[in-house]
């Protein structure tokens, strides 16, 4: 089963515009589809390097979420 999707509606600079519509044209998906792919993989990306910098906070002894170290408010 397909993961929901959310509407999401924005700007985007020229380059960015013509390299959208270049690869487009060149393998026939929409560009919704495309970009929906390159945030995608933006996000695993993102979410792998959170793991990583979260292993490597518990290894320096760098404290993380204030809460979780029982400093924060709340």
């Known amino acids: 089963m397909s993961a929901e999707l959310k509407d999401f509606r924005g700007k985007i600079t020229g380059l960015a515009w013509c390299y959208l519509e270049a690869e487009h044209r060149a393998t026939g998906a929409d560009q919704s589809e495309i970009v929906r792919e390159?945030?995608?993989?933006?996000?695993?990306?993102?979410?792998?390097?959170?793991?990583?910098?979260?292993?490597?906070?518990?290894?320096?002894?760098?404290?993380g979420n204030p809460r979780e170290r029982g400093g924060g408010k709340g």
């Open 38 to 63: 390159i945030l995608h993989e933006w996000a695993e990306c993102k979410h792998r390097a959170a793991i990583e910098a979260g292993k490597l906070r518990e290894a320096e002894g760098i404290a």
